[in-house]
């Protein structure tokens, strides 16, 4: 085994050593071993596709290629052999880095191992996750689509996942994670890698249960003049969902994240972005938009640093409270480290008011229509950024966050 | 035939003060009616009243439509009725005009879309209604949807005023089209510019202190009212120069 590995390995331990405090004990969870038990897609159950659909993966359809893992088991993946030709990869991380000496490179290297107990967990006992290589100047029109499912109650899923779309390449990603059983632990590590011109656009869409833990753990770099476009949509509840992607833009980059979370029943859920303009002339922009209703609690950060020059970035949180024990709290930070950073921010958190409901009931809609158009109106954004052939299938999504909120 | 609208000794109070104070009126299919009064008189009220916002507690009296009591019923049982309500001062509503559009109407096509060129308000569509919308365009945003709605009886609160003189005679154009396609109309307008570009209008009220005290002819109480102001009105002593000053007995003085 090479050293660096063991080395990763050694920091991961050091980490749990420390004993870091916090509400989830990942002892109770069963991690079970990787596994690569190939299922055919027409032998997957009918309630597993249907649960993917929810999550904007459609197993049936021809995308440019797939990944499927159903709790620690590579079930499926697909490559085009138009894509394959070019040279675009997809399979579990765990293969690729047994492979290809190189995606070394790429691991642990955006998001530094030891940032948290969870990274720490996932070096310690990866479960596969997806490995997504797209070569320089490769332009992929339909859309990739990775799905973590968990059937098992009471696992753990720690994946890692590795992007790289080289450079001037251009890829759309769509991830659908969700859960059959009510109880578990995910852990999702992602490292994005948008290499020079290149372009991705991500969508995640999250479906867990209530009594589930989540914790991605994502950071993008993203290198001269490219674009990464992130679009997450969580549908129902969890227990306690936390996350704070990073972007790291450098110069002329840009990164847009949007997300939209609907927090019901009992969910906790802290959900921010971090933006970080290190080279010069980037720009970005958080926009975040929250529909809490039941006793809900939702923290919306965002931050944006600003350590370079000619730099611009906006954040927006809204937040929709919908029940009288619903929570929201939002928590916007700016921070100009250089000069010449412009950097703005927008918050609101507020409730339907009674005279925008009067008023569209005399315009003839019942109280239970003008709240579902209010709130439908409120969750009408950022699929401008999106490529077009998905915005329908966005917009549907977003018409199920309307209809899910209203209980 | 029984009458559109009937409101029968209304009383009325907005935050704990009665602002109707015994009001009766009659509309009947396809008239237009227009209703002047000062500032804080109740015109709003009335018309509000008519659409059944919540804020106005009804404490006496009854409003039927086609002989239907409908006091009670709510906003949008009312607007199912054929109420429809062109706001003066409506509330900014966090949903994009667009959004509402396709809602409103069952069939969204070329029609719609010429209706908001005609009205010079196709760049809204994506904006967050009356958010920002000039006075001019909040005008004409309002009389649009009303349009949409295909009412019985149209309130309209104002269309006019803050309106410059082309678009007081396309908001003009509208109300011609609401009367053409069946609708009545309740009018409030405080210069009657706009009942120049009005085919035909059938009655004015002059509603003074919760109440009307005076209904004519349009064109004469026009002339009054601009001429001699509303004081002429108000005291009870003078009504008899004001009908005077109006020849002949005021036509279906209620
Ligand atoms: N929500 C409210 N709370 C308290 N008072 C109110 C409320 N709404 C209206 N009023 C009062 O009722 C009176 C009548 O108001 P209304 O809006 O009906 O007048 P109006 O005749 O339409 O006046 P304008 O010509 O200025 O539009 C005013 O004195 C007004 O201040
Ligand atoms: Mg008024």
Known sequence: MPRSKDHLKERAKKVLERGEAGEIDLKGYDYGEPGEEEVKPEELPEKLLRRAEEVGIDLGSVSGGTYLQIDHNVAYTMVTDYLKKQGVLIMSTLEALEKFEWVKEYYWKAMPVDTDKFTAMTELNLRHGYFIYVPAGVKIDRPIQACLMMRTKRIAQPVHNIIIVDKGADITLVTGCAAMVNEGLHIGVSEFYVKEGARANFIMIHGWAPDFNVRPRTAVIVESEGTFTSYYVNLYPVRNLQMEPRVYLHAKARGYLTSILLGKGDSTMDVGGRLEFVGRGSRGEIISRSIITDQATVIMRGRLIGRATEVRGHLECRGLLLSPNARSKAIPELEAVTEGAELTHEAAIGRISEEELNYLMARGFTEEEATSLIVRGFLDVGLDKMPKRLQASLRSILDTVAKLSKG | MVTLLRVERLRVSVGGREVLRGLDLMIRNQEVHVLFGPNGSGKSTLLATIMGLPRYKVKEGRVLLLGRDITKLKPFERAKLGIAMAFQNPPRVNVKLGYILERLVKKYDDGILNELNALGIAHLLKR???????????????????????????????????????????IGKVINKLVDEGASILLVTHMGHILRYIEHVDLA???????????????????????????????????????AEIEGSPKGKS
């Open chain 2, 205 to 243: 009220h002059v509603l003074i202190d919760g109440r009307i005290v005076y209904t004519g002819e349009p064109k004469e109480v026009l002339n009054i009212v601009l001429k001699k102001g509303y004081s002429f009105f108000k005291d009870a002593s003078r009504r008899r120069e004001v009908y």
């Open chain 2, 128 to 170: 967050n209604l009356h958010h920002g919308f000039s006075g001019g365009e909040i005008k004409r945003v309002e009389i649009l949807l009303t349009l949409l709605q295909r009412p019985r009886v149209a309130l309209l609160d104002e269309p006019d005023s803050g309106v410059d003189v082309d678009s007081l005679n396309i």
